[in-house]
């Protein structure tokens, strides 16, 4: 009768998928001597492996001879030696706990085992420096470094446990191929979870964790491994900057690490354990991980802003944009490619033909006219995205509009319309247009080309002025591809254009409502879960007849919350009752006024002495000229507030500024002007005022 460890293994065997590669490599190297050395992190399958290994073995008629470190005493008298002439396999399994002995194993024990055996040690580490600095070793010895499973050995091994199809994608992301959280991952769907991230696990993250890092000396180095996970790479400045003076010690114990990998811009952890650790600190400690994130993303706009050339700060950017990317819920983000050394350059006149004929291609003559206009009235706005061999494979432009550009593009048209409508320009002020973008192979779908286009936008974020009034984005075809991921980063869609009978959405971000420093803390809530309030602001007419409308009810609380300027920036930044602050704001915004406008507005609405028609002749003015001159009045104190509101000031500055900056001299709240006033108005400006 099998016995329960047979039907175990029987089990574990269907189950096993992939790796034929590695199994490959052991069939040729059975019935000889030598070592393989296989490493890698911990549940990416080493012991899985090994037990494919020894049914091979056993099917060849050879006993194989299976051995964990995890079950020995330390010690020379450990391990097995085995005897005899015939072919034997030793398996040596968590050789990271043999690791005090390594010398020991390569000087002594090793070469005293039959010429005829063949070893396999795995463990999480591989050989070190004194394994592959000896030349005999290096002949004997082959080293397989396991990693995760591919999309096709993933996908093959949901299959094989019977998860519903529909699932298999959103589980393939969540365990990024990681065998021991794909395990993880079936065995929560068998439970009648349907995982969203690692924090839906059974356990939780934290449990995952303790397969994939093991023991942790303390908590400072704890510390190490968040910002490790939460910022994109990590130097050991980058370290000093959130933990403190040891950042020395704590990088050098991170590049000790299995699952930390080394690149040119310094240390990064594997997916999955950069997951598993964002995914348990947010749930362990959710103000520690929102803290941690704020100060990332600091650290992270200045290593941008200290990089030397755009293509150093678009390697870094395209590194967070892929990262972030395949985080996202998003699908238009989540589906960004690696570059594949595909990079960003200027344009140059040999690449105008290539330009105009993928766009030609792509979206029609008539598009592609409008690039070769671009082409020759803004060339330095384009860039070229090349193959590593300098050949020209996908665009993307940004043109700075003015009003002279007006009448050649329906696309940016559009755009500066909007802008023009909801918050014009003032002299200096740029107004940002993503216009085109496209990559010859692939068009406007997932492509290097692509991950470089949105790269490109994120910095041009990161680096932008205080000139900048306004970010447009016309250049992407797909609205509902493109509408959530770009609502998400703070663009609103506003409109759209069309080119070549294609329609293109427009989105619209007003960086004088919200400026960098306050847009990456909104980011920031939206990654940290914090609630977010609406940014998108009111158009200038609706702003307009919403100062109109609060005249009118000021002195009506009912109607007065529900006045649209209560969720303006200007109120909400401001301590205090909305409406009171409101009111604030038009009493101190009237008293910056002109003395006659200052007045009527006090008499007409702040503090009303009657019908309009008694402030009228209160002001010895006819009643059509008094209708003249309160709106003009209520004209100058709209404008007066919008540009307050589009400066960002909060609502208190907005107050202490009107006070102290006012027209005509007014100071405070309570300042009146004499009908002799109104009077001197009327005089210089005129019926029509």
């Known amino acids: 009768m099998p016995s329960l460890g047979h039907t175990l293994r029987e089990l574990r065997r269907c189950s096993f998928t992939g790796r034929d590669e590695e199994v490959a490599v052991f069939r040729e190297a059975l019935g000889g001597p030598g070592v393989l050395f296989v490493h890698g992190p911990g549940g990416v399958g080493k012991s899985a492996l090994l037990d494919v290994f020894a049914g091979i073995a056993t099917e060849k008629g050879l006993a194989p001879v299976r051995v964990d470190a995890r079950h020995l005493t330390l010690g020379r008298e450990a391990l097995p030696v085995p005897t005899g002439d015939e072919p034997a396999v030793l398996l040596i399994d968590t050789y990271e706990l043999l690791e005090p002995l390594d010398d020991w194993v390569r000087e002594h024990y090793l070469p005293s085992l039959p010429a005829s055996c063949l070893v396999v040690i795995a463990g999480r580490r591989g050989p070190g420096p004194r394994w592959r600095a000896d030349p005999a070793w290096r002949t004997v010895m082959r080293v397989v470094a396991l990693g995760n499973l591919s999309a096709a050995e993933g996908l093959a091994y949901l299959t094989s446990q019977d998860v519903p199809a529909e699932s298999h994608e959103q589980l393939l992301k969540i365990s990024r191929g990681h065998p021991l959280t794909l395990s993880m991952v079936v065995d929560a769907v068998r439970r009648g979870v349907e995982p969203r991230s690692l924090a839906d696990l059974p356990g939780g993250a934290g449990g995952l964790l303790t397969q994939l890092i093991g ?5 400072r180095h704890r510390t190490a491994l968040e910002v490790c996970a939460l910022v994109l790479v990590t130097t050991e400045d980058v370290l000093r900057s959130m933990t403190g003076d040891d950042a020395g010690e704590l990088f050098a114990w991170l590049r000790t690490q299995v699952f930390v990998d080394e690149t040119p811009y310094g240390l990064h952890p594997h997916d999955v354990v950069r997951d598993a650790l964002v995914a ?16 990332k993303l600091t650290v992270f706009q200045g290593q941008v802003r200290a990089a030397a050339t755009e293509r150093e700060q678009l390697d870094l950017m395209v590194l967070t944009v892929a990262l972030n990317g395949a985080r996202s819920e998003f699908a238009a983000l989540a589906s960004l490619p690696p570059t594949m050394r595909t990079y960003a350059d200027a344009l140059t006149d040999g690449d105008r033909t290539s330009v105009v004929a993928m766009t030609a291609r792509w979206q029609g003559a008539e598009q592609a006219e409008l690039v070769a206009h671009w082409m020759r009235r803004r060339p330095e706005a384009f860039r070229v995205f090349r193959t590593e061999t300098g050949e020209p494979r996908g665009f993307g432009a940004c043109l700075d509009l003015t009003e002279a550009d007006l009448g050649a593009d329906p696309g940016a048209d559009a755009m500066w319309e909007h802008a023009e409508k909801h918050g014009p320009p003032r002299a200096g002020e740029r107004v940002r247009a993503w216009r085109f973008f496209l990559d010859r192979d692939h068009g406007q ?5 692509l991950t470089l286009f949105v790269a490109w936008q994120m910095l041009d974020v990161i680096l932008l002025g205080d000139d900048t009034a306004w970010s447009l984005v016309g250049a992407f075809g797909d609205g509902e591809l493109w509408t959530p991921a770009l609502e998400s980063l703070g663009f609103r869609a506003v409109g759209d254009h069309t080119a070549g009978g294609s329609r293109f959405p427009v989105f619209a971000h007003d960086w004088r409502r919200t400026g960098v420093a306050e847009y990456t803390e909104l980011l920031h809530a939206r990654q940290t879960g914090r609630p977010v309030l609406d940014e998108a602001g009111l158009s200038r007419p609706e702003f307009t007849e919403a100062v109109r409308a609060a005249l009118r009810t000021l002195h009506t609380p009912e109607l007065l919350r529900s006045n649209p300027l209560l969720q303006s920036r200007m109120v909400r930044r401001a301590a205090g009752a909305p409406a009171d602050t409101l009111r604030e704001l038009l009493t101190d915004a009237a008293a910056a006024l002109k003395p006659g406008f200052s007045e009527l507005i006090d008499r007409t609405f702040l503090h009303p002495i009657g ?46 500024g009107l006070r102290a900056n006012g027209d005509g001299g007014a100071s405070g709240a309570s300042t009146r002007s004499s009908p002799a006033a109104i009077a001197t108005a009327r005089s210089h400006s005129g019926s029509d005022v």
């Open 215 to 219: 023991e942790v000396p303390s908590a």
């Open 445 to 449: 779908r997932p492509s290097p080309s």
């Open 280 to 295: 348990d600190l947010r749930w362990r400690d959710p103000g520690r991980y929102a803290d941690l994130f704020r100060r």
């Open 611 to 656: 019908v309009q028609e008694r402030v009228a002749a209160s002001l010895h003015l006819s009643f059509n000229t008094f209708r003249r001159h309160r709106d003009k009045a209520i004209a100058q104190l709209t404008e007066s507030l919008w540009d307050r509101e589009n400066r960002q000031s909060t609502s208190r500055d907005l107050i202490s």
